[in-house]
């Protein structure tokens, strides 16, 4: 890394960059012993470990939750070592566009033009500042040492300096400082208040019915979510669940489990690595529940279909529940990689993965008494588990993803027999995506009824008018999932 070009802050920060040496004696020189070149100074691997991630998913589009256990076990981090650069790294990418306007005020040049790698060690930097009880002096200090051992004492000098700058105000106060004010514009005010791209807030004000609730969903999508398990069925119940891992059964699923802040590394848990449970959040467990206990009629062929099945969570629920109905289940997957991670989740289980297009499965039609959709989307309502992706998605992507998912729930129609039901998915709020493509479908498809979706999900509040649901990080403490169950009627 090389300082970019600038004026005040490097020249304000030269005597800031220097790191306090311990006092000695007056007059003492050097200590008995040591000779040489001073010894390198130290740098906190945790937050090496958060600016490497910050660097991967930058450099090499990676999804974090991919390349931290990794960059974990590289540095050897465990318990609260793992723990602060998890926090660090993930809080960092969920900020980004927040960290970014107040980085852009404290610089007298475009971010753009600033280089990538110190600017990576700047969002670090800033939000230890701003959204962590680091002190200080410990956010500034230890990333100046981060950009010192890197890059050399010029670029550590322009970092100390922006980041003094920075610490000038808390994040309250920079929001009232940059932000739209909040009567005349509430979306652009809620959307750099909690960090998310301006269309994405204005999108799920769409979906909310107007701006009431906009800060406080946003906020919830913006925290840190607590890990839910799902509790594989037959093999383990809930209680048993949350007795071995010390989490506490889900308010609403009855296969769920909520795991305590601190619990540790998911993978590590004798449940997790012995496969009686798997990591899925407690909104997607409440829609495949809601479909395989969605009321059908006519004879039942016994057979179960899951359209879109990769990586493999909701094909482990619903084929623990074939398994105990005495029913098979067929899983499908476009990706063969995708389709082999569902194959190792499934095992044991009564379920045939299928490596194809959902669109064109070869695939009986009018076979299937429950078909499942959980079509691919912009992911808009899983973004608290995914801290990158807020920042990759695109408004343009809606349309396309809009496009097969309308594709998708067309072929599932099909697949599903005459009283069998049908359940549209999506992990997004934004309605182009969850009644506009159901809408768009039910207008070629006379003979399909709607269901009243909030009766098969006993138990959940606020579920809003019906017939469809719309789950929300704020109301429920799911990802924000929306569900349609639909029953073919010829």
């Not at 809930?238 to 059964?249: D, F, I, K, N």
Request: hydrophobic share 40%; glycine share 10%; net charge neutral.
């Amino acid at each position: 890394m090389t300082a970019p070009r600038r004026g005040n802050p490097r020249r304000d920060g030269r005597d800031g960059a220097r790191r306090a040496r311990p006092a000695g004696p007056r007059g003492a020189g050097p200590p008995r012993g040591r000779s040489g070149p001073p010894r390198p100074p130290e740098v906190d691997p945790a937050r090496q470990a958060a600016l490497e991630l910050l660097t991967a998913v930058r450099v090499r589009d990676a999804y974090a939750n991919l390349a931290l256990p990794a960059i974990l076990r590289r540095h050897r981090l465990s318990g609260r070592d793992a723990g602060l650069a998890t926090e660090l790294g993930y809080g960092t990418l969920r900020a980004t566009g927040l960290l970014d306007a107040v980085l852009g005020a404290c610089i007298d040049r475009p971010l753009a033009k600033v280089e990538l790698a110190l600017l990576d060690a700047l969002r670090l930097g800033a939000y230890q500042l701003l959204r962590t009880r680091v002190p200080k002096h410990a956010a500034v200090d230890t990333t100046v040492e981060l950009v010192r051992v890197e890059a050399g004492s010029r670029s550590a000098g322009f970092v100390n300096a922006v980041l003094r700058r920075v610490g000038e105000l808390d994040e309250r106060a920079w929001v009232a400082k940059l932000a739209p004010d909040a009567a005349e514009d509430p979306v652009g005010h809620a959307a750099m208040a909690h960090s998310h791209p301006r269309w994405i807030a204005q999108s799920f004000a769409d979906a909310l019915g107007g701006t009431a609730e906009l800060d406080e969903a946003l906020a919830a999508d913006d925290a840190r979510p607590v890990v839910h398990l799902l509790a594989r069925p037959g093999d383990i119940t809930a209680a048993e669940l949350a007795l071995v891992t010390g989490g506490t059964e889900a308010p609403y699923s009855r296969f769920g489990v909520h795991l305590e802040p601190g619990s540790g590394e998911v993978g590590e848990l004798d449940a997790v690595s012995e496969g009686l449970a798997v990591v899925q959040d407690e909104g997607s467990q409440l829609v495949a529940l809601a479909l395989a206990d969605a009321p059908t009629e006519g004879e039942p062929t016994g057979r179960w279909l899951d359209l879109c099945a990769g990586p493999g969570g909701k094909a482990v629920l619903l084929g623990g529940l074939a398994a105990m109905d005495g029913v098979e289940l067929d899983a499908v997957e476009s990706a063969e990689h995708r389709a082999e991670m569902v194959r190792r989740a499934v095992d044991g289980l009564p379920v045939t993965v299928h490596t194809a297009d959902g669109r064109e499965a070869p695939l009986p039609d009018a076979a299937y008494d429950r078909v499942l959709v959980d079509a691919p989307c912009t992911g808009l309502g899983a973004l608290r588990r995914r801290p990158e992706a807020r920042w990759r998605r695109r408004p343009d992507d809606v349309s396309d993803l809009a496009r097969l998912q309308r594709e998708l729930l067309t072929a599932a129609l099909r697949h599903v027999r005459p009283g069998g039901v049908v359940a549209y998915v999506t992990c997004s709020p934004h309605l182009t995506e969850t009644v506009g493509v159901l809408s768009g479908v039910l207008r070629k498809h006379p003979g399909v009824q709607r269901l009243d979706a909030r009766e098969l999900l006993p138990g959940v509040p606020g579920l809003g008018e019906g017939p469809t649901v719309q789950l929300w990080p704020h109301r429920h403490g799911t990802d924000a999932m929306f569900l349609a169950l639909l029953r073919r009627t010829a």
